[in-house]
């Protein structure tokens, strides 16, 4: 029996909005003098913007008021929302556009499940409103991935049970929540920058068979 909803990631799955949320905390870290790399990025992926400031400044060994922080996290926003203008319909990420057509010819139900709160305008920028039956954003979640709120909230929406859902997924708290949902997961990279994802890991989207995926 396959899978009956597919519940896609959006930053670094669909699109490759990862990049822009790095070269963005970069801008904003080297203003501030702030040490900051791509392994510190890996880290951030799939968590919310307050959470993945603590953890640059954690790595940095940095220390910042809370009343201080809202003024950084803003600040890469901007910048953020600056590239994200430079989104098209062409900026998906290889196979994205082709899965969700076939799986929406088989009637898989799918959602978009990301904790940004921009996802919302990266998904009319790129044009796949139309394809999905949900979106679950960072404005309409508590707890930010691993936990696996916006996962249940995202299978409640199209009316499945956790384990009628693959989730698809570019970030180590991606997979953590999707396990904690009791869903099952496919991740998008590579065994070594997903090693919960247990080897079940493609490059992206074009790598997996449709079928493959709701397996
Ligand atoms: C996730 C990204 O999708 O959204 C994270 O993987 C990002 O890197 C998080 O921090 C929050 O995004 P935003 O757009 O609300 O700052
Ligand atoms: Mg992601």
Same mark, same amino acid.
């Given at each position: 029996?396959?899978?009956?909803?597919?519940?896609?990631?959006?930053?670094?799955?669909? =699109?490759?909005?990862?990049?822009?949320?790095?070269?963005?905390?970069?801008?904003?870290?080297?203003?501030?003098?702030?040490?900051?790399?791509?392994? *510190?990025?890996?880290?951030?992926?799939?968590?919310?913007?307050?959470?993945?400031?603590? !953890?640059?400044?954690?790595?940095?060994?940095?220390? *910042?008021?809370?009343?201080?922080?809202?003024?950084?996290?803003?600040?890469?926003?901007?910048?953020?929302?600056?590239?994200?203008?430079?989104?098209?319909?062409?900026?998906?990420?290889?196979?994205?556009?082709?899965?969700?057509?076939?799986?929406?010819?088989?009637?898989?139900?799918?959602?978009?499940?990301?904790?940004?709160?921009?996802?919302?305008?990266? =998904?009319?920028?790129?044009? !796949?409103?139309?394809?999905?039956?949900?979106?679950?954003?960072?404005?309409? !979640?508590?707890?930010?991935?691993?936990?696996? &709120?916006?996962?249940?909230?995202?299978?409640?929406?199209?009316?499945?049970?956790?384990?009628?859902?693959?989730?698809? &997924?570019?970030?180590?708290?991606?997979?953590?929540?999707?396990?904690?949902?009791?869903?099952?997961?496919?991740?998008?990279?590579?065994?070594?920058?997903?090693?919960?994802?247990?080897?079940?890991? *493609?490059?992206?989207?074009?790598? !997996?068979?449709?079928?493959?995926?709701?397996?």
């Amino acid at each position: 029996m396959l899978l009956q909803g597919a519940l896609f990631d959006l930053d670094g799955v669909l =699109v490759s909005t990862d990049e822009y949320h790095y070269r963005s905390w970069k801008k904003m870290t080297e203003e501030e003098g702030i040490a900051f790399d791509r392994k *510190v990025n890996h880290r951030l992926r799939g968590v919310s913007r307050l959470e993945s400031l603590n !953890i640059i400044l954690e790595e940095a060994g940095v220390e *910042v008021p809370e009343e201080k922080k809202s003024a950084l996290t803003d600040r890469k926003n901007a910048y953020y929302r600056e590239l994200l203008k430079d989104l098209t319909p062409d900026s998906t990420l290889p196979g994205a556009r082709e899965m969700l057509t076939a799986l929406g010819e088989r009637g898989v139900k799918i959602a978009v499940a990301s904790s940004s709160k921009n996802a919302r305008t990266i =998904v009319a920028q790129i044009g !796949i409103e139309d394809m999905l039956d949900a979106i679950v954003d960072g404005t309409e !979640i508590e707890r930010s991935k691993p936990d696996p &709120e916006v996962f249940l909230k995202a299978a409640e929406r199209v009316g499945l049970t956790p384990s009628q859902c693959v989730v698809i &997924e570019d970030a180590e708290a991606g997979i953590e929540a999707a396990k904690a949902a009791g869903m099952k997961f496919v991740g998008i990279g590579t065994p070594e920058g997903l090693p919960n994802a247990e080897g079940r890991v *493609v490059a992206s989207l074009a790598e !997996i068979s449709p079928d493959a995926l709701l397996q």
